[in-house]
């Protein structure tokens, strides 16, 4: 074996003092290029930080619940004889990770691991980052109301992943299995997940009712009206969930909707699908969607801003970096095209076609889900007609689009079929007001109108 590498915590995003969730090896194991070796987990994501070689763990130095920052040293590694050497080597070794003191970044080792994203990174030369599907944050565990004396779900408890003696144990606590996720080798449940689960509950229930100024929902044994069955939801979601309801609660939401006639859009998609498909890309309407954003944000720039944190100054942002919402197995996630109004249409569409597959395999980077000005959430290839969606805070609007349908429409004296498209503009009301807004979503929709101005 050769000399042993530093494997270091890779560039995550700027988050610092992340949460190390898991740890996924052990000194002595044999590892393989791109074998998860830790679970960490920010404000967004969880992420695996891969083995960025084959070899043999001679040291770890991590434990879960450490936090660590990009630099942080992970493990020492002895590389197999077939790998190559490292490229560089830090100058000055981070601080143990293993203390839960701030970690400093240093420079990565030898094809150090890469940018991980909210569920994970891609698959070149950089290591491969993937979701945590079997590390669970014990932290969140339990659902929102129960309390230790709430009723146990016999069913889902003997149905639970456990040892005897740690279903002994939960039962002398009145913990329920049921909702307890587990932390241990293929999802088994361990004490410390049924403490941490304990602890949970009893921490929410010291909190007053008045904590949020919102009463709370009333808590139901639903498993009393029949048989149920309890399903954690994924990582993504609850980080999700967590950020929107915070978005919710804290922007003054109003939606203004318009309709869009992209007739020309699509008889103009239609004329250049030879040369798109030369070019390797599929122009969907998407891609002109974004072109369109573009103009309409650079003629009204309040709409590509965001309060600072005294609330009481707007930040200009000079650069146009357009995030869309991706539904993908694991949940909701926002991929963002840096400098948009920088790419051409078919570099726009060949981004977009690129971080929308990364999003579905669970492989996007940190970074490309980070710095969007405005994000549009495009629900036109399920359906619907106009919905409300959620700002992307400290964003200050976000459009809905729905799906495409003909419409009658007059012009010139008759009735004419033309496609249109539905548009709902959330926007936050303590930047934008509504007239402002409707000047934004009439403005749009005539961008879309005109296709030469969006090629």
């Not at 969930?241 to 992209?262: F, K, M, Y």
């Not at 991929?335 to 971080?355: K, R, Y």
């Not at 805070?393 to 799906?403: D, F, N, W």
Request: proline share 7%.
């Amino acid at each position: 074996m050769a000399s042993p590498i530093e494997v270091l915590v890779p560039d995550i995003g700027g988050f610092k003092d992340v949460n190390v969730i898991d740890v996924l090896v052990k000194n002595g194991q044999q590892v393989e290029k791109e074998t998860p070796l830790v679970t960490i987990e920010t404000e967004k994501a969880a992420m695996d930080v891969p083995s960025p070689v084959a070899g043999k763990i001679a040291e770890v130095k991590l434990k879960t619940g450490d936090k660590v920052s990009e630099g942080s040293l992970i493990l020492l590694l002895e590389p197999a004889a077939a790998a190559p050497a490292p490229v560089d080597k830090p100058a000055d070794k981070p601080a143990d990770a293993a203390s839960p003191a701030e970690s400093k970044p240093a420079p990565k080792a030898a094809a150090g691991a890469a940018a991980a994203g909210a569920a994970a990174a891609d698959t070149s030369a950089q290591p491969v980052a993937k979701p945590a599907a079997a590390a669970r944050d014990a932290s969140t565990q339990g659902t929102a109301r129960e309390t230790p004396s709430a009723p146990v779900d016999e069913k889902a408890f003997s149905n639970a992943h456990a040892s005897p003696s740690v279903r002994k144990f939960a039962r002398e606590l009145g913990a329920d299995l049921g909702h307890i996720q587990g932390t241990g080798v293929k999802g088994r449940i361990t004490q410390d997940d049924v403490k941490a689960h304990v602890k949970t509950l009893l921490n929410a229930a010291s909190r007053p009712e008045t904590g949020t100024g919102l009463p709370r929902v009333p808590v139901v044994d639903f498993s009393a009206f029949g048989d149920i069955e309890v399903k954690p939801l994924s990582r993504i979601q609850k980080i999700s969930g967590a950020r929107l309801q915070a978005s919710w609660l804290n922007l003054p939401h109003v939606t203004q909707h318009e309709d869009a006639d992209i007739s020309d859009i699509e008889a103009a998609r239609g004329a250049m699908k030879d040369k798109a498909t030369q070019a390797g890309v599929r122009l969907t309407p998407l891609v002109f969607i974004i072109r369109a954003c573009i103009l309409a944000l650079k003629e009204f720039p309040r709409f590509n801003s965001s309060l600072d944190a005294s609330g009481e100054n707007l930040v200009f942002k000079k650069y146009f970096n357009i995030g869309f919402a991706a539904d993908t197995p694991n949940g909701l996630v926002v991929p963002v095209i840096p400098h948009a109004d920088q790419l051409d249409t078919f570099e726009i569409a060949g981004t977009l076609a690129s971080l929308s597959e990364k999003a579905r395999a669970g492989k996007l980077k940190a970074a490309e889900m980070h710095g969007g000005s405005f994000t549009i959430s495009s629900l036109g290839g399920i359906g619907g007609t106009y919905f409300t969606p959620i700002i992307n805070a400290p964003e200050v609007a976000i459009l809905g689009v729905s799906k495409a349908t003909l419409k009658p429409l007059y012009e010139r004296g008759g009735f004419i079929p033309r496609l249109m498209l539905p548009l709902s503009l959330s926007y936050d009301h303590r930047v934008i007001d509504g007239a402002e807004a409707a000047r934004f979503v009439v403005f749009l929709a005539k961008a879309l109108g005109d296709v030469k101005a969006l090629l």
